[in-house]
């Protein structure tokens, strides 16, 4: 029995294990498909587990306080969806938690240490929503309206985006690593101090340098058995990350915006297919249609505030989504709106790539901006794509507080030639398109633009990946899964979905 | 308190609570189907409404269950990343059926509960299965952690045959032994609750489920107790430390520690598991009632589980790793690179139990006071 011991204590060194950096490269590549599936699978559900209930909480808000019970019949509706969402975000989060562990097995370095409190927090947060879901879901009465049951729906969404914060600080600090002080300036020269120094910088100096021809396996060995001592000293700092506020406003209002016409597309249809049912359909349309119309207006506001944080700490990104190029260049929206001045001439790639000498890892400063100009080729599309649905959404929500004037409906039926009521009804059905495809472009943009970091500055995603080979047998398996969640469970949000008329 | 008990007793609490759930949730997906079954059989309604009532209980306590997961996982992460990290990379394939086995199991929950009455009794029950075979996936894939932490086999396999863990000689018996354990712990605990309501009511629909669980509750404990039997042998041949650890005065090497005492108890809990569950199918079959013996099985039944697993888990103590006589300690695990302070231990305690408490206090008020209610 004492040679298992000897070889575990042997293995434990790993001393004799290299996988090369090459091999990590491609396993990493070979992941990717799965993982970035699986993130939007998960996103996808969340996003109605996390906007939904505002649009739920509206119609149940006005069915109490005016009595009635067409609004709570479809608040009760919407909440069934509610349920579903979670419990498939719930399951789809297993596999991204597991897909973390398992798969970015480098990353449990980060659970252990910067992502600590806020996972942590995290678990007190889902406790919270799991009780309350039960609580909210299984004591509907619609037909005897209350206070409490409401107010227990308040708490869950409380939780909800309590949660959601927390999660998103993990995202927030891969993207503008807080708290490491000047540690990623001297790796790349133009990032300003982020943050107070909260990390012990000479082991994750030594770590980074260990890093550079090895992968997980190092980060595990040098960071965790090597006994380091303590690198992080304060986990609470993630939870204060400037791109966390924005991140978190930003996200929230596009998980109502989606949530909000998702619902909006269902209650049109049944408007055009039941006409005896119209006045119901469209008192309901009118709720969801002007939650979503109140977060679009908001999130031209959040949308300014994410773009000076993305400015400010992640700029290789902004210049490859604003597309100046090489050589930069102005460009008059941006020049106002960040120095208020069109003729500002903001630098280009070719600027940051000449900062390399100033690097303790010139390498890295040079893979950091071809990173950058190989993803300004498509991701410049893509932030435009999202930018432009965002802009017809913040007309569309502007044209529906016409809704409440009768001259400026007057005057829309004058101008577009088409009623104000049949506008808000037939463009239900493209807003929800839009705001998924500005969400889910917004997330290709935020993480595909810090490529090749996983950590910004600090940890590359190859230095992640488990040292066992990904093949492609595994990959479609875990693909044909995470496609066989998103499909069953449109499904089932569609079937609950259909607003029958509500009988007394 | 330093960094490795705090971590040790919050995985400790974590592991205990999601396991006592999880065997609720294995022992309710294998025993739905076969009640399905049965239902479609006799074409009885009433035997449906009895298991609509056992398959909501089971959604509520699954999402409780995915809670538990959670802390689970971020407690193995968080404190444990050494260990964890071996763990997913040398059991890369029974992590992948487990999870595999998640993602299959809960989205046909979701299906098996929103196709009830809505589509064909057949289908409906092919959907069970599919339920009952991802769940059955779960435990084949993780009881390979435990199975390995007893007997690390396959561990200098990385980069290699990672389908040698496969061989270890304790993870048939111990993943078997689990399976039967829960079907045991949820046949008895319906056992009970159904001979209390019988004895209530007096109303046929009770009495009639107690004869269908007394079939399956009654073979179930007998096949969960000789594999114990077995898988206590084979402990003392493949994993000695744990055996000596269990059995005290009757190993052949003693232990650093010494869970002798709280093993004769579980011992216990099963012979009065079994005693209960023959008197109380015995009084059935007679056509007699007993509500104290049905209240006292459905009690026990509950305790068993957390109590083996507490057994199971502290065996181990001080090593996380057991490799024969000897093992690999907790604090060569252990996560150093940041403080895990008392603040997270009492926090954890604080919140879990808060939150569990204001949700009983609730449904007492919702259920049984009718208060709030609208």
Redesign the interface.
């Known amino acids: 029995m004492k040679a298992w011991g000897l070889v575990l204590l042997s293995f434990l060194s790993l001393s004799s294990l290299s996988i090369g950096e090459n091999n990590l490269i491609s396993n990493a590549n070979a992941a990717e498909p799965m993982t970035i599936l699986g993130i939007y699978v998960h996103g996808f559900f969340l996003l109605m587990a996390v906007g939904l209930p505002y649009l739920v909480l509206a119609y149940e808000f006005l069915g109490i306080r005016k009595r009635d019970l067409e609004y709570l019949n479809a608040a009760k509706k919407l909440s069934t969806v509610w349920g579903i969402s979670f419990a498939i975000g719930a399951a789809t989060g297993t596999l991204v938690e597991f897909g973390l562990v398992q798969v970015w097995s480098g990353t449990l370095v980060a659970i252990g240490s910067f992502f600590f409190a806020p996972l942590t927090l995290e678990l007190f947060a889902f406790m919270v929503e799991v009780v309350f879901v039960v609580i909210y879901l299984f004591t509907w009465d619609i037909n005897k309206p209350s206070w409490f049951h409401f107010l227990s729906g308040l708490v869950l969404l409380i939780a909800s985006n309590i949660s959601a914060y927390l999660i998103l600080a993990a995202n927030s600090f891969m993207n503008v690593p807080w708290g490491t002080g000047d540690l990623v300036s001297k790796i790349l020269p133009w990032m300003p101090a982020l943050g107070p120094n909260s990390v012990n910088q000479a082991a994750l100096d030594n770590l980074y340098v260990m890093l550079q021809n090895n992968g997980t396996i190092a980060l595990i060995k040098y960071s965790l058995e090597n006994n380091v001592g303590i690198i992080f000293y304060n986990p609470m700092i993630p939870l204060l990350n400037p791109d966390l506020f924005a991140t978190f406003i930003h996200t929230v209002l596009a998980t109502i915006i989606i949530a909000s016409f998702e619902a909006s597309a269902f209650i049109a249809y049944d408007y055009i297919k039941r006409i005896s049912e119209r006045n119901y359909r469209f008192k309901l349309l009118k709720v969801s249609y002007g939650t979503g119309a109140v977060a679009s207006i908001l999130m031209a506001f959040s949308g300014d505030f994410m773009g000076r944080i993305v400015y400010q700490y992640n700029v290789l990104k902004f210049i490859a989504f604003e597309g100046l190029g090489n050589s930069g260049g102005r460009d008059p929206i941006m020049g106002i709106l960040l120095y208020g001045n069109p003729n500002y001439n903001f630098p280009g790639f070719d600027y940051y790539l000449a900062l390399a000498s100033r690097s303790v890892d010139p390498n890295a400063v040079v893979q950091s901006v071809l990173a950058a100009q190989s993803f300004a080729t498509w991701g410049y599309y893509v932030y435009w794509s999202m930018v432009i649905s965002g802009i017809i959404l913040f007309i569309f929500s502007i044209f529906y507080f016409a809704i409440y004037s009768e001259k400026l409906q007057t005057l829309f039926k004058k101008i577009f030639r088409i009623s104000l009521d049949k506008f808000v009804v037939y463009s239900s059905f493209i807003a929800p398109f839009l705001g998924l495809i500005a969400a889910s472009s917004g997330w290709a943009v935020r993480e595909a633009g810090r490529h090749p970091w996983v950590i910004y500055g600090l940890i590359q995603y190859w230095q992640v990946i488990t040292p066992n080979t990904i093949t492609p047998t595994f990959s479609i398996l875990i693909i044909a899964l995470e496609l066989s969640i998103l499909v069953l469970g449109s499904f089932s949000i569609i079937y609950i979905m259909r607003f029958r008329g509500y009988k007394k | 308190m330093n960094n490795v008990f705090n971590a040790f007793i919050l995985l400790g609490y974590a592991t205990i609570a999601h396991l006592f759930l999880v065997n609720l949730i294995l022992g309710i997906s294998i025993i739905i189907p076969i009640l399905e079954y049965i239902q479609i059989k006799r074409n009885d309604d009433e035997l449906k409404r009895n298991q609509i009532s056992i398959f909501k209980f089971m959604v509520?306590t699954d999402?409780?269950a995915?809670?538990w997961?959670?802390?689970l996982?971020?407690f193995?992460?968080?404190?444990w990343?050494?260990l964890?990290?071996?763990a997913?990379?040398i059991l890369?394939i029974p992590?992948?059926i487990s999870?595999?086995g998640?993602?299959?199991a809960?989205?046909s929950i979701?299906?098996y509960w929103?196709t009830w009455g809505k589509v064909s009794n057949k289908l409906h029950l092919f959907i069970g299965i599919i339920m009952c075979i991802g769940t059955i996936m779960v435990p084949l894939g993780f009881n390979m952690i435990f199975a390995f932490i007893n007997?690390?086999v396959g561990?200098?396999q990385?980069?290699g045959n990672?389908f040698a863990v496969f061989l270890n000689p304790l993870y048939p018996t111990f993943t078997l032994h689990r399976i039967f354990g829960a079907i045991t712990m949820v046949s008895s605990l319906l056992l009970g609750i159904y001979g209390y309501l019988y004895y209530k009511t007096n109303q046929e629909r009770y009495g009639s489920m107690m004869y269908i669980l007394s079939y399956i509750a009654l073979p179930s404990i007998f096949i969960e107790s000789f594999l114990g039997f077995i898988y206590a042998f084979e402990l003392t041949k493949y994993s000695?430390y744990i055996a000596s650890v269990l059995f005290g005065p009757f190993s052949l090497n003693p232990a650093e520690n010494n869970l002798y005492p709280l093993f004769l108890i579980f011992i216990s809990i099963i012979l009065i598991m079994w005693i209960l569950l023959i008197s109380l199918i015995f009084i059935h079959f007679r056509g007699k009632k007993s509500h104290l013996i049905s209240i006292s099985l459905a009690i026990i039944s509950l305790i068993g589980i957390p109590f083996g697993e507490f057994i199971n888990d502290y065996s181990r103590y001080p090593y996380f790793?057991i490799?024969?006589?000897?093992?690999?300690y907790l604090s060569?695990f252990i996560?150093?690179?940041?403080?895990i302070t008392d603040f997270?231990v009492i926090?954890?305690f604080i919140?879990?139990i808060a939150?569990?408490s204001?949700?009983l206090w609730?449904?007492y008020q919702?259920i049984i006071k009718k208060r709030?209610?609208?």
């Open positions: 509520i999402l409780f995915g809670v997961a959670t802390w996982t971020v193995l992460g968080g404190f990343p050494l964890t990290f071996y997913t990379t890369f992590i992948t999870i595999a998640i993602l299959i809960l989205p979701g299906i929103y007997d690390p561990i200098n990385l980069g990672l000695p790793i490799t024969g006589d000897k093992g690999i060569q996560n150093n690179i940041i403080n997270w926090s954890s919140v879990s939150v569990l204001a949700y609730l449904l919702v709030f209610s609208h």
